[in-house]
């Protein structure tokens, strides 16, 4: 069952990249304090993931925070080397918050997994956005097939 808006978000060991390797970290932790903008993708390097989800969250971080977010996330069922080497790719800096979630264990425990392994992606998230404020979710926007309609950074940014 997927979570829901007024639900605490889970709280499950994911992995960030540092420079000195992977870093456990419990989404709590992560992204249960203030405003936070979190979303997810179906996979790293994927193109309408790297083509236009995460660029349109990096290019509007600033609106983004002018609106009173702390923290953007994206977060992918892929491992940590994957998602540092996809976020220093596509220039992410201090912009998005890179999280990987390579067990799929977060994914699970928002009961919003994709079932990919008809196009050889294995199980994966759905794409999504979510804003969290002190760990509860407030809004939930789940694309209900292919494409951008309620997930972009600009859905988000016109629903805050």
């Given amino acids: 069952m997927a979570v829901s808006v007024g639900d605490r978000l889970p709280d499950v060991k994911v992995y960030t990249m540092t420079p000195d390797g992977p870093r456990p970290a419990q989404t ?16 790293a390097f ?4 790297s083509d236009y989800h995460l660029p349109g969250f990096v290019l509007r971080a600033e609106e983004l925070r ?8 994206c977060v992918a069922v892929n491992d940590a080397f994957v998602m540092g080497a996809w976020g220093e790719q596509r220039s992410v ?8 979630d390579g067990n799929g264990d977060f994914t699970k425990a928002m009961g919003l997994e994709l079932d990919g392994s008809g196009f050889g992606l294995g199980a994966r998230s759905q794409r999504y956005a979510a804003v969290i404020e002190d760990g509860v979710i407030t809004s939930l926007a789940v694309e209900d097939g292919p494409g951008l309609k309620v997930s972009s950074a600009d859905a988000v940014l016109a629903s805050l």
């Fill in 46 to 49: 994927t193109p309408t993931c």
């Fill in 66 to 73: 002018a609106k009173g977010v702390d923290t953007i996330a």
């Fill in 28 to 43: 709590s932790d992560l992204l249960g304090k203030g405003k936070v903008v979190l979303f997810a993708v179906p996979g």
């Fill in 93 to 100: 800096g201090d912009a998005v918050m890179m999280i990987a």
